[in-house]
């Protein structure tokens, strides 16, 4: 009776042993496969933004041992869709740039406490407007009518800037930074969770528990988005909240801070932050 209980034992636990790495293919639905990395010759980029027009990246680099610091010597490179790097300093004497946004030829850059406006065209600075009572501007995300709106991670705020006057439209969060306007959605991220931000300026969870600071957000189809957070990790968030990770290199300490997306060609881009260099992966 006892051998028979025994072999019984053993076949459930072989079962189950098989059962298991196939439920967890089941449930892992995307995967990212790497098609380039650039040269290391980036200087800390931290926020990627794809061009469909130009058909070119924008990369923002904050340069230098502290991402939070003033001293012109942050950049914006123009990278190939090759990962072929055309320009390393396209646009210089920034402080600390980040997030990044493009509006009817002008691409609008957070950098600490301005909002940095350029001329795509002449690759020139058109001005750079100052955000009053702002910390540690992070993200940007523009809306259809060329609204511009801007976290402050440090300042636990969300801006909008319209029009040449700027208000607060979020308050009181953790540590806000992914910003994405998506239609008439708009999301942030903050403190490791996903939100959507309702009528009334509350703010409705779609999912959280992404460790390591949440950073970038884009969206892939209807409403489905890929999360990066900087520490090394990205998440493909499903409609109804759900997770799954599609790249984890913090064993590795490489970071993965705020992401650009091409939609047409499902192409992920990856700003590796320390290692100074973006890395390009297909979405499977």
Avoid at 49 to 75: I, R
Avoid at 121 to 150: C, F, H, R
Avoid at 261 to 273: E, K, S
Wanted: hydrophobic fraction near 35%.
């Amino acid at each position: 009776m006892k051998y028979l209980i025994y072999l019984s034992v053993i076949c459930l636990a072989a079962c189950n042993s098989t059962k298991a790495p196939e439920e967890a293919k089941q449930k892992q639905k995307h995967e990212l496969v790497q098609k380039w990395e650039t040269d290391s010759l980036l200087k800390v980029p931290e926020s990627v933004l794809f061009d469909k027009t130009g058909q070119v990246l924008y990369v923002s680099n904050t340069d230098g041992p502290d991402p939070w610091k003033s001293d012109e010597k942050g950049s914006i490179s123009k990278v190939g869709l090759d990962g072929k790097i055309i320009e390393a300093e396209w646009i210089s004497g920034l402080d600390s740039p980040k997030g990044m946004g493009m509006f009817e030829g002008k691409l609008y850059v957070a950098d600490l406490s301005n909002l940095v406006i350029i001329d795509i065209a002449s690759g020139k600075i058109d001005k750079k407007v100052p955000i009053e009572g702002a910390m540690g501007l992070n993200d940007i995300t523009i809306d259809s009518g060329g609204a511009v709106y801007i976290s402050d991670t440090k300042g636990m705020k969300v801006y909008k800037f319209a029009n040449g006057r700027t208000e607060v439209v979020l308050k009181d969060l953790k540590g806000p930074n992914g910003l994405l306007m998506h239609g008439n959605d708009f999301y942030v991220l903050d403190a490791g969770g996903m939100y959507k931000m309702n009528a009334d300026s509350s703010l409705s969870k779609i999912t959280d528990g992404m460790d390591g600071g949440t950073d970038g957000i884009e969206n892939v189809t209807g409403k489905e988005f890929i999360v990066s957070a900087w520490e090394g990790a990205i998440w493909y968030i499903q409609e109804d909240g759900t997770k799954e990770v599609l790249l984890d290199t913090r064993a590795q300490k490489r970071n993965t801070a705020d992401i650009g997306y091409d939609p047409a060609t499902r192409t992920l881009y990856v700003p590796t932050f320390w290692k100074n260099t973006v890395v390009a992966y297909e979405l499977k």
